[in-house]
């Protein structure tokens, strides 16, 4: 199993950046392939990006493609999203999640298998 904690998020204006951290907890973070999805107000969660268990590999939505950066540190059990150049339809909760299975760009939450709390990112324009 896997406890996941977001922090980071907050409220910032359009073009800035923002780090979201994800702790997690568990002997087998190391194994697990780590994304980030995120959520508007009535809107469905979607997709924003993945990393492969060892950081091999990365996976982006269209959308964040060049602007957004996920990375991991297995030896502290923590995965990060840098996110730059936010703009107004970044705003979203943003939520952690952890899979045994396969990654893919536009993956579905149905995919992950745990889940963080979310952390609410804001941008004003």
């Known amino acids: 199993q896997a406890q996941l904690v977001e922090s980071g998020g907050g409220l910032v204006q359009a073009g800035g950046s923002l780090r979201l951290s994800c702790a997690a907890s568990?002997?087998?973070?190391?194994?697990?392939?780590m994304g980030w999805f995120r959520q508007a107000p009535g809107k469905e969660r979607e997709f924003v990006a993945a990393?492969?268990?060892?950081?091999?590999?990365?996976y982006y939505a269209d959308s964040v493609k060049g602007r957004f950066t996920i990375s991991r540190d297995n030896a502290k059990n923590i995965v990060y999203l840098l996110m730059n150049s936010l703009k107004p339809e970044d705003t979203a909760v943003y939520h952690c999640?952890?899979?045994?299975?396969?990654?893919?760009?536009?993956?579905?939450?149905?995919?992950?298998?745990?889940w963080g709390q979310g952390t609410q990112v804001t941008v004003s324009s």
């Open positions: 999640a952890a899979t045994q299975g396969p990654l893919r760009v536009g993956a579905t939450p149905y995919e992950y298998d745990y």
């Open positions: 568990g002997r087998t973070f190391s194994r697990l392939g």
């Open positions: 990393i492969k268990y060892n950081g091999g590999s990365t």
